[in-house]
């Protein structure tokens, strides 16, 4: 199914989690069972998950020193409840983008590579995990978004969608869309270049419930359940829309949320 996205070539299962390119020797970890395609080269690209992980990290600690400043030098009590929402949401959503990177961090302890800025630089979509989070809102909150784009997309693929093998939703994200359309497909795959919210949502997906503050709402706290579980079969794919590891003419259908504005 899978093919070597640097030179085309066919991989070989080199161990239950590592496929290998028979041709260039390009190597493709599967983590968490989601199999993870990103040039140039794979164990410095997954650094800059850690990396963005980190600059969060940092900016939140801005932040946060900043409003401590704003609490010593203002009269006590002015915009308390405020600062002790917003320190708190930060702390929450740390905690969780600790969790989504845990198993990169696990997978990085284990293997040796060499820091490669341009390798980090390719997992840059624009889109940080943190920017992420108001998705996972989106998509599983019951909004009336999410229930246009699901209506939309279910009544095309039923009137318009012969072939129901196989389907790639690209830029899949909080992978809503994903999990709404799987049914209709004898497999579905979840591209995006963003490990950590595949991580994120591949665990909900599968039954962990997910609890973050959402900062555009005022760093409210969302509690989002998951769906039931289901004979969906569902993969994921870590990887750049615009080099992908499948082969020529080997899906179905392809659906895309927003990739022809952002790519
Ligand atoms: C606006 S978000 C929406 C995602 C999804 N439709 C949802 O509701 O959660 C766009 C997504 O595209 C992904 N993305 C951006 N550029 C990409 C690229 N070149 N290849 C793969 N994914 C990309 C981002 O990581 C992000 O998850």
Not at 123 to 138: E, K, T, W
């Amino acid at each position: 199914m899978y093919q070597c996205i640097a030179c085309r070539g066919d991989l070989i299962d080199e161990s239950p989690s590592t496929k290998i390119c028979s041709h260039c020797g390009n190597i493709y970890p599967l983590i968490n069972e989601i199999s993870v395609f990103l040039l140039p080269d794979v164990f410095s690209s997954l650094q800059g998950f850690i990396i963005e992980m980190e600059e969060t990290k940092s900016s939140f600690a801005k932040i946060n020193d900043n409003l401590e400043d704003f609490e010593r030098y203002s009269e006590p009590g002015i915009l308390a409840n405020r600062i002790g929402m917003i320190k708190k949401g930060m702390a929450s959503n740390l905690d969780v983008l600790e969790k989504s990177c845990q198993p990169i961090m696990d997978f990085l302890q284990n293997c040796s590579g060499q820091d490669n800025t341009l390798a980090w630089g390719s997992v840059r979509s624009g889109f940080s995990f943190h920017d992420m989070l108001p998705y996972f809102y989106q998509d599983w909150f019951g909004t009336h978004d999410f229930a246009d784009v699901k209506n939309l997309f279910g009544k095309t693929i039923t009137e318009h969608c012969k072939d129901r093998e196989s389907v790639a939703v690209l830029g899949a994200g909080a992978c809503g869309l994903l999990h709404s359309i799987a049914d209709n497909f004898q497999v579905s795959y979840g591209v995006d270049l963003s490990l950590p919210t595949l991580l994120t949502a591949k665990q909900f997906i599968e039954g962990e419930p997910l609890t973050y503050h959402l900062q555009k709402a005022d760093w409210q706290k969302v509690e989002l359940t998951p769906p039931e579980s289901t004979t969906k079969n569902i993969r994921y794919i870590a990887s750049d829309v615009m080099n992908m590891p499948f082969k020529s003419a080997s899906l179905s259908v392809v659906v895309t949320q927003y990739m022809l504005d952002i790519v």
